[in-house]
């Protein structure tokens, strides 16, 4: 039950929404829209849903042209960021709506709800007004009901945001396994790179109304093709460099005074932006080996799990992080930077 | 889509060919019409029209019918064949308006058409069951069409809930009043003459402002004005008030006030001026006890600018009541919870977030009463004296010495501005900022309590007011009691038994009274119009707010006219416009049902507005993603969280429709008499007794039917917490 964008414009009067993109989404899987506010993920996934339609393009759902279909007559549900629990309804009619409306009698609806709230955990709670249940609960709801119509396509517009931390680990561990479990082809949208990365199994990152790169989350993660997208996928030092070619699958990056071997097969010679990795950054005490950049400690502040360095250096100020907690290093140390090749990219300027 | 589409196609071709195409003298009730469906010309179908009688201009319309027909019937993908059903429907439409109205009674309508094409010796009269329903396929084809093109998200019921509403506001609202109007630019002859207009306006009468140097009065236009604005802010002002108390405080007798608060609303609105009268008027019990006590000479204050206004408080404040309760529950308790937290006392909570966020309501409340007030009436015609407004001064432009329609228009004309100036004003105010606070996430806030101070003001502001109240009730009530006001104040049935009396016969009941006859036929017809107005109210709403279509002003503005323009207006325009062809429905019951719904239906609409712009969209989205087609959707989810405001169209569409007086007085006929037509004659005869007798049954009715509404719809299960009583007082 792919999903098949191509080539989509959305403009409201003069201004446009989403300036034509084309992508696909895979039977089966998990696949994020993700990127800042404003930058065109929403109207895409209410594109899908069929709540906005096209100026311009081509959507295909399961194969089927759907570009002018209204959204009841799509097989998709969502789950709203709002979670738009019907107020006057129970949790169970509210489960059991969307299957009455597709004629589904009344016996068999409730039945087919029920199972929707087990699925979900959430048995015993079908007599319960939306309003008394916690965030968590309202958003298992919203989840059980787009999920019981068994769609091709199952949305998610930020469905996590109102909740807590914790909470949103938790669900999106479940929706991920829920996911996988039942085999549902799946369009996330969020602003949260790490919710991204965690339950995608590709990820579009969108920047204003354009697909900025597509791919995995490692790919995304340690190949990320622009600077906007080295800075949206996770932390990263952006530093100015100078890139030599040593052949055609190789770089030598120069950073100050030290010279990194990256793979890479695209970059070009001459100076260039270099994104650095804050974990790939190994911090020895001075002088530390030959290939080493020297640097002095700005800040430092302890995490519990790990260390924060704020370090300056030739190459700019590096932000690092650094598991040695035991010993941590104290504001003016010198040091020695070890940099590692997997954690230094070369983006496109 | 395209099964619909080719339904209607038949359906259309079938009337076209198997019903008599103009309206019948004795209806289609006895079937003496089917043996003449191609024989006789009365009789005849529209085909048969076509081919045996002559009537050639009907060929095209039902040509673009077959048309949609084939269209239906090609394998063509949806949006060519939206593309085709369009343009075939499209024409019909056209075509058929075309035809209706250049051919009438008397041949061609116009000067030109005549000139142009010559004599012609066929004449046509009003439609029947055959064109309506051609009419009406036309249309569905047309709204199917532009679903299928993918116009209003590709939904066809929400295509055809446009095309529905657009069309009949056009028919029924604005067509009869642009009729009207534009006589305001002919003279009596019918020539057009614009100019005409500048010497009906420019009169010291109308503009007058000799009030302010103190000699003389004002023009209408600033009296009609002024009682307006201090009309729309009072009723507002009484109906927070209300709408406070019955839903913000542990107040004890809510239930009573409720009621209170709905009676001015179902009385007939002569009523409350004659009582009104029969307190302060010159020989009214409080002049007389004042003479009596203190020696104070009899005044006349009650006629004019006091008297009118406070009649007209009483009769529109429970309008702003209903507008305004719905509003008042609609505020999320979360979002002053909110303001709570963020170190805003209850006083600074009510005035920077609930009153705001009751903002679309209170504007709508005011906007209601401010035109209520200028094309009030009953009340200014019983009380105004010298104080004359536009409404009264276009009923003596009718039916005075002078008969001059042209100024009546004109008048009628200005009476508009005024309304359009409003309407903007209020747009401005209300904008295009979004209320939503009923959201899809469950709401488990507690309501706030009233602020002390506000609950203060709020009660002295209603308390006195429905005190006021229940003693012109009591006036009334014993009006209907007592042989003759003023006179003979003995205690007597007679009235009762005169206008109620059942005699029981062998043959069964006979209904003796002589009020029975206009009593069953003021039931029926607005049993009928309730509903009507109330769903055709909510639906324009409900099509205002979630659609996003080019036009909707205009839509929204063409519903406030039928609203804004006096009854008297009203009533002439529908005469004019519904007594020649193609329409010709003057004398029947079905001109008084359709005038009844469309004057009322503004006020479903406007309670839609308010009560839907707190609904958040995307309840209607989610439901749409669940398989929800627009019907369910209104059905499951919009009208469940909608009842206060159906309760409240239902029974205003009722309530009106029993209580209107100027719009149907020229509408009525002997078979179709109304209640209010009735008491307004045994007034005029001087027979206040049974008026009064009559107008407590209306009374008593209207109540009953209120409850009954009240239960068959119920309250909305919104699933919040409720107000815990209010122990401690601060």
């Known amino acids: ?349 | 889509m395209s099964r619909a589409a080719l339904s209607w196609s038949i359906a259309g071709l079938l009337a076209a060919v198997l019903l008599p195409w103009y309206g019948l003298e004795d209806g289609l009730g006895s079937g003496a019409w089917i043996a003449g469906l191609w024989s006789s010309e009365d009789a005849a179908s529209g085909l048969a029209q076509s081919i045996f009688f002559g009537r050639w201009w009907l060929a095209p319309t039902l040509a673009a019918s077959l048309g949609c027909l084939v269209v239906s019937l090609l394998p063509l993908a949806p949006a060519r064949r939206g593309t085709g059903l369009l343009i075939a429907g499209g024409g019909g439409v056209v075509l058929f308006a075309a035809q209706a109205f250049a051919v009438g009674l008397r041949g061609w309508n116009a000067g030109w058409l005549l000139s142009l094409l010559g004599e012609m010796e066929q004449r046509q009269v009003g439609i029947g069951a055959g064109a309506t329903i051609v009419l009406i396929a036309l249309l569905s084809l047309v709204s199917i069409g532009l679903a299928l093109r993918g116009a209003f998200g590709g939904d066809a019921f929400v295509a055809g809930a446009m095309t529905t509403v657009t069309a009949s506001i056009l028919l029924f609202t604005a067509w009869p009043i642009l009729h009207i109007l534009a006589q305001a630019f002919q003279d009596q002859d019918g020539a057009l003459r614009p100019l005409l207009i500048v010497d009906r306006l420019a009169e010291s009468k109308i503009w007058s402002l000799r009030c302010l140097a103190g000699s003389g009065g004002c023009g209408v236009v600033w009296n009609t004005l002024f009682l307006a604005l201090c009309c729309g802010v009072g009723s507002t002002v009484l109906g927070l008030s209300f709408a406070l108390i019955a839903t913000r405080t542990s107040f004890g007798f809510k239930k009573i006030l409720r009621v209170l608060t709905v009676l001015p609303i179902i009385t007939p609105p002569f009523v409350i001026g004659l009582a009104l009268i029969l307190l302060f008027g010159r020989s009214g019990l409080v002049n007389q006890l004042l003479d009596w006590s203190f020696g104070v000479q009899p005044t006349r204050w009650i006629y004019g600018f006091p008297g009118v206004l406070l009649a007209q408080l009483f009769a529109f404040t429970p309008v702003a009541f209903l507008v305004l309760i719905g509003v008042v529950e609609g505020v999320s308790p979360t979002l002053e919870e909110a303001s709570q937290t963020l170190r805003a006392n209850r006083w600074d909570t009510f005035v920077t977030i609930s009153l705001p966020l009751m903002r679309p309501g209170l504007a709508n409340a005011f906007l209601v009463g401010f035109i209520e007030s200028i094309a009030d009436f009953g009340n200014p015609i019983v009380l105004g004296g010298n104080f004359g407004v536009l409404s009264t001064e276009i009923y003596f432009a009718v039916v005075g010495a002078q008969l001059d329609y042209g100024r009546a228009a004109a008048l009628a004309l200005l009476l508009l501005v005024l309304a359009l100036g409003a309407f903007f004003l209020q747009r401005r105010i209300v904008g295009t900022r979004s209320y939503a606070t009923i959201s899809g996430k469950g709401d488990s806030g507690l309501a706030t309590p009233l602020p002390d101070a506000a609950r203060r003001v709020a009660h002295w502001i209603a308390l006195p007011w429905a005190g006021f109240t229940l003693l012109l009730y009591g006036f009334i009530l014993m009006g209907g009691l007592v042989k003759v006001w003023g006179r003979d104040y003995t205690p007597t049935l007679d009235h009762y038994a005169k206008a109620f009396s059942i005699e029981f016969s062998e043959g069964g009941v006979i209904w003796s009274g002589a009020a029975w006859n206009s009593f069953w036929t003021t039931v029926e017809l607005a049993a009928i119009a309730a509903p009507i107005t109330a769903a055709l109210g909510l639906l324009a709403a409900w099509l205002m707010v979630r659609q996003r279509f080019a036009g909707r002003g205009a839509l929204e503005f063409a519903t406030m006219l039928s609203f804004a323009v006096p009854g008297t207006v009203i009533g002439v325009a529908y005469v004019f416009a519904f007594n020649v062809p193609p329409l010709e429905i003057t004398g029947t019951a079905l001109i008084i049902v359709l005038c009844f719904v469309f004057r009322n239906m503004t006020v479903g609409l406007r309670a839609g507005v308010a009560a839907m712009s707190q609904i958040d969209r995307s309840l209607d989205e989610a439901s749409a993603t669940l398989r929800g087609r627009a019907p369910q959707t209104l059905f499951y989810v919009v009208m469940p969280l909608l009842r206060p405001a159906i309760v409240g169209a239902l029974v205003y569409g009722f309530v009106r429709a029993v209580t209107t007086v100027s719009a149907v007085v020229f509408l009525v006929t002997a078979e179709y008499d109304l209640a209010t037509t009735y008491i307004i004659l045994r007034v005029i005869n001087g027979d206040y007794g049974l008026a009064i007798a009559y107008s407590c049954a209306l009374i008593v009715l209207m109540l009953a039917v209120i409850l009954l509404i009240q239960f068959l719809v119920g309250d909305r299960r919104l699933g919040r917490r409720a107000l815990p009583v209010q122990g401690v007082r601060a």
């Not at chain 1, 949305?155 to 680990?169: C, G, H, I, V």
């Not at chain 1, 704020?310 to 700019?316: L, N, P, R, V």
Request: positive net charge.
């Open chain 1, 1 to 349: 039950m792919s999903v098949q964008f191509t080539n989509i414009v959305k403009r409201y009067g003069t201004t446009t929404a989403v300036c034509g993109i084309s992508f696909k989404v895979d039977s089966g899987t998990l696949v994020t829209l993700l990127g800042p506010s404003g930058c065109g993920k929403t109207t895409t996934l209410r594109m899908i849903a069929g709540l906005e339609l096209p100026s311009e393009g081509r959507i295909e759902i399961a194969g089927r042209d759907v570009t002018h279909l209204s959204a009841t007559q799509r097989d998709v549900s969502m789950v709203f960021q709002s979670y738009a629990l019907f107020p006057h309804m129970s949790v169970l009619e509210n489960v059991a709506y969307g299957l009455r409306r597709s004629g589904i009698a009344k016996e068999e609806a409730t039945r087919q709800a029920l199972e929707g709230l087990a699925q979900v955990g959430l048995e015993g709670y079908g007599q319960r007004q939306p309003s008394e249940l916690s965030g968590g609960q309202q958003q298992r709801v919203a989840v059980a009901r787009a999920l019981v119509l068994k769609p091709s396509v199952l949305l998610f517009d930020e469905p996590l945001s109102n909740l807590d931390a914790r909470l949103r680990r938790q669900m999106r561990e479940e929706i991920r396994e829920l996911q996988q479990r039942l085999r549902l082809t799946v369009v996330y949208v969020t602003h949260d790179q790490q919710e991204a990365m965690a339950v995608s199994d590709r990820i579009i990152v969108m920047n204003a109304g354009r697909i900025e790169q597509e791919g995995s989350p490692r790919d995304l993660y340690e190949r990320p093709a622009t600077p906007f997208l080295a800075r949206f996928m996770g932390e990263s030092n952006p530093a100015k460099g100078q890139v030599r070619r040593l052949d055609a699958a190789r770089v030598c990056v120069r950073l100050g005074s030290t010279e990194i071997e990256v793979a890479d097969s695209s970059a070009r010679e001459g100076a260039a932006t270099v994104a650095v990795r804050p974990e790939a950054i190994k911090v020895e005490t001075a002088p530390g080996s030959a290939n080493a950049l020297p640097g002095t400690i700005a800040k430092a502040s302890y995490l519990g799990t790990h260390m924060e360095y704020s370090i300056d250096t030739a190459a700019g100020t590096l932000f690092a992080t650094c598991p040695r907690v035991e010993r941590p290093l104290t504001t003016g140390t010198q040091v020695a930077l070890v940099l590692a090749p997997r954690g230094v990219i070369v983006v496109r300027d």
